[in-house]
């Protein structure tokens, strides 16, 4: 069966520095999300894409945040500046036209020390 | 605004026993409701979900779940516990009426549920 798969696995990046952390959605999907959870706390949502534009976006998504889809299949998350707060796992999923829910992937475990 | 509120953020029952993991929205519209199941090191998993028909609805590995609007529930329910089914559940709402259009998930905390032998 078709899944979403992220890489890394795990970041460790130092404060102040930018990550990019990457996406494989499932291939006949159109809509791509980012999600985030700090330990012990909810899965928050991100950000939603869709035709190559951010149809929407929570409040946490702020400047130091873009996504990108720059090829066929991958979509990346990039944190520009890295602060101690953005350590969480980032999960991504992808959805298709159907009501069939969104899917999502292992997640990336982002530590900023 | 949406949200979700799931009592018990651990659930332990013996391997047989029923499952109930219970979930509670609120939402200004009606909603969509998933839960989803997540096993360690991997990721979010859909187990069911309900949009509009059934208030009953089944998913995968013997899970079901009720929509009942009149107590704002969603309560996730398995008559018999298997070791397996260990992991963390998550139930989540989305009240946009078109699941099309990269609309948010709101999660609640998550439920960690043991099942011991």
């Known amino acids: 069966e078709p899944e979403v798969t992220q890489t890394p696995s795990h970041q460790v990046t130092q404060m102040g520095q930018e990550v990019i952390l990457r996406c494989v959605p499932i291939s006949n999907h159109l809509y791509f999300y980012w999600y985030r959870q700090i330990l012990g706390q909810k899965v928050e949502f991100l950000v939603s894409f869709y035709n190559n534009e951010i149809s929407e976006k929570s409040e946490i998504f702020d400047d130091q945040f873009s996504v990108e889809r720059p090829d066929g299949s991958n979509f990346t998350l990039k944190i520009r500046s890295t602060k101690l707060e953005d350590s969480a796992m980032y999960f991504c999923a992808s959805s298709g036209q159907s009501l069939r829910g969104q899917f999502f992937g292992p997640g990336t475990r982002l530590t900023v020390l | 605004a949406q949200s979700v509120t799931q009592l018990g953020s651990h659930v332990s029952v013996s391997e047989g026993a029923l499952v109930l993991l219970r979930c509670n929205y609120s939402?200004?519209?009606?909603?969509?409701l998933f839960w989803y199941v997540q096993y360690p090191n991997q990721g979010l998993q859909l187990l069911l979900k309900?949009?509009?028909?059934?208030?009953l609805v089944k998913g995968i590995n013997g899970f079901e779940a009720e929509f009942k609007k009149s107590e704002t529930s969603f309560h996730l329910t398995k008559p018999s516990a298997h070791m397996s089914d260990a992991a963390e559940y998550f139930c989540?709402?989305?009240?946009?009426?078109?699941?099309?259009?990269?609309?948010?998930?709101?999660f609640g905390k998550g439920t960690t549920l043991s099942v011991s032998s």
């Open positions: 989540a709402v989305s009240d946009s009426t078109d699941l099309q259009a990269g609309t948010a998930l709101i």
């Open positions: 309900y949009t509009t028909g059934a208030t």
């Open positions: 939402s200004s519209v009606p909603p969509y």
